[in-house]
């Protein structure tokens, strides 16, 4: 499918999202590749389960394929939407295709960034050797750099990591 499929449901615990039209499995894994979907189930955080949640992805059968948890419903809106699908208020067809028009043109734009992890090898804790001459401690040194290369990276999301 070349487009991204839109879901609302309940997001269970074994990686499942509990929808009007029974469960489908959410995987990170991309379409067409060579594993099993369930290798890769998407974690579903202890306080999300049960909350309703629109996910994004390939949509086969009763697969999820590449996919990204959208939005988690806080326990109100959840419950709304929930009391308006049972009184027949809005059709659950009608809540996807308004969700898919709505999210398409938010989403796309949103693609998450990669990460750039930036290691450290020196902490205050333990600056590591001094230079005498402009009296600086490789600390000092690891974090004017770091602070330098934050600065320039403008397509990736920095993560510094103290080694």
Request: aromatic content about 4%; some cysteine.
């Amino acid at each position: 499918m070349p487009g991204k499929d839109y879901i609302f449901g309940d997001l269970k615990s074994n990686g499942y999202l509990k929808t009007e039209s029974g469960e489908i499995l959410l995987t990170k894994i991309p379409m067409q590749t060579a594993r099993s979907p369930e290798s890769a189930t998407l974690e579903i955080d202890a306080g999300d389960v049960d909350k309703m949640a629109v996910v994004r992805g390939h949509l086969t059968s009763s697969v999820l394929y590449s996919a990204r948890i959208v939005e988690i419903f806080s326990r109100l809106v959840s419950k709304l939407v929930k009391k308006l699908l049972k009184k027949g208020a809005v059709s659950p067809k009608e809540l996807q295709d308004q969700l898919s028009e709505i999210t398409s043109e938010e989403i796309e734009s949103e693609e998450p960034k990669k990460l750039c992890a930036l290691v450290i090898g020196h902490k205050k804790s333990s600056p590591g050797a001094m230079n005498a001459k402009e009296n600086l401690t490789e600390f000092d040194f690891n974090e004017d750099l770091a602070l330098r290369i934050e600065k320039k990276v403008k397509k990736s999301e920095v993560q510094r990591i103290s080694a």
